[in-house]
């Protein structure tokens, strides 16, 4: 076992919820790990529908950073596999979880994606709480046994290296991407509307 692996693991022993972890705990936890994911696509939705051009910018190029960095995570365990913790029998494990590999993990990707993106584009106090969020997503994550504290840490280097990646792309097209987009929601806006006014003209 390497330096760097046994590390890994120490850290997760300390950080894992033992049998006599209070019952609140373990509950607040889950909710964590589990549920506060539906936040992120709630929050890119919320700045497309009230924001100005410049949110809405930030928010599609936040959601392509995302997208290319859960893309990068995908590729990554096609050619690397880390059993997650239960598998190699080590703590204790307080979710269910598919034994595919932990590295990195989608949560904590997905987090520091989104929170990075738009911390970087001037959305400094949304992107700030997001990574906040994410911490506690990675927090839980490791308490409830179903991560290593580095499969957190490489989720923020695919996040770091995905938003590099983006941020040429972004400079260069981002204005037409998201002029195209907002077109398109126009549209379907309109569309969807067009039931409505005919339902109150009969009425």
């Not at 760097?4 to 022993?13: D, Q, T, V, Y």
């Not at 993990?105 to 906040?132: E, K, M, Q, R, Y």
């Amino acid at each position: 076992m390497s330096e760097i692996e046994a590390l890994n693991r120490a850290l997760f022993l300390k950080m894992n919820a033992s049998p006599g972890a209070p019952q609140w705990l373990i509950d607040f936890a889950t909710l964590v790990a589990d549920d506060l994911i539906y936040l992120v696509p709630l929050l890119l939705i919320a700045l497309w529908i009230r924001g100005q051009e410049e949110r809405r910018s930030s928010a599609c190029r936040a959601a392509l950073v995302t997208l290319v960095a859960l893309s990068a995570s995908q590729i990554i365990l096609l050619f690397w596999q880390h059993p997650r913790p239960d598998v190699i029998g080590l703590g204790h494990t307080w979710i269910s979880h598919a034994a595919d590999s932990s590295f990195p993990s989608d949560h904590a990707t997905v987090f520091v994606s989104v929170g990075l993106a738009l911390f970087l584009d001037g959305s400094a106090v949304i992107g700030g709480a997001t990574l906040v969020v994410g911490v506690l997503v990675a927090w839980a994550r490791i308490l409830l046994g179903v991560h290593f504290p580095l499969d957190m840490l490489g989720s923020i280097g695919v996040a770091i290296v995905s938003y590099l990646m983006v941020l040429p792309l972004w400079r260069l097209a981002g204005k037409t991407i998201t002029r195209a987009l907002q077109q398109v929601y126009r549209v379907v806006i309109a569309t969807l509307s067009i039931p409505i006014e005919a339902r109150r003209g009969r009425n």
